[in-house]
């Protein structure tokens, strides 16, 4: 019902900075949870960072004070903006919405889990 579509992803040299963005598309109530996993070729998918509705946030080992996750709760959208990147960094990074509340008809409907498609970052060295 409800889908993400993820913005940002690119070419970019070590050191530099990329901002990625996540629409959620539908006729949204509330989102519990929202964030960004990544995978890089050969490896698991990974947590990048996570946000609450509430503004909690949760960060990746790897990525603590150099990325930064921010969201948009009237909008529906959730931003990373990816600084002091590295060339590990690479990888398709997914956008992810946990606990969407949305309209469907006359109820509401609770999906669990969604996923965006993907966008890919590569960082050079």
Same mark, same amino acid.
């Given at each position: 019902?409800?889908?993400l579509v ?5 070419l970019?040299? @070590?050191?530099?900075?990329l901002?990625?963005?996540? *629409? !959620?598309?539908? &006729?949204?109530?509330? +989102? ?7 995978? *890089?070729?050969g490896n698991?998918? #990974?947590?990048?960072a996570?946000?609450?509705s509430?503004?909690?946030?949760n960060? %990746? ?6 990325l $930064?996750i921010s969201? =948009?709760? @009237?909008? &529906? ?5 990816m600084? &002091?990147l590295?060339p #590990?960094? $690479? *990888?398709?990074?997914?956008?992810? !919405? =946990?606990g969407? $509340?949305?309209h &469907? ?5 609770l999906?669990? #889990? +969604?996923? %965006? ?9």
């Amino acid at each position: 019902q409800v889908q993400l579509v993820e913005s940002g992803g690119g070419l970019v040299q @070590a050191g530099g900075s990329l901002r990625l963005s996540c *629409a !959620a598309s539908g &006729s949204i109530f509330s +989102i519990d949870v929202m964030g960004w996993y990544r995978q *890089a070729p050969g490896n698991e998918r #990974e947590l990048v960072a996570t946000i609450s509705s509430g503004g909690i946030t949760n960060y %990746g080992d790897s990525v603590k004070g150099r990325l $930064t996750i921010s969201r =948009d709760n @009237a909008k &529906s959208t959730v931003s990373l903006q990816m600084d &002091s990147l590295k060339p #590990e960094d $690479t *990888a398709v990074y997914y956008c992810y !919405a =946990d606990g969407v $509340t949305s309209h &469907s008809g006359s109820h509401l409907l609770l999906e669990r #889990e +969604i996923w %965006g498609l993907g966008t890919l970052v590569t960082v050079s060295s």
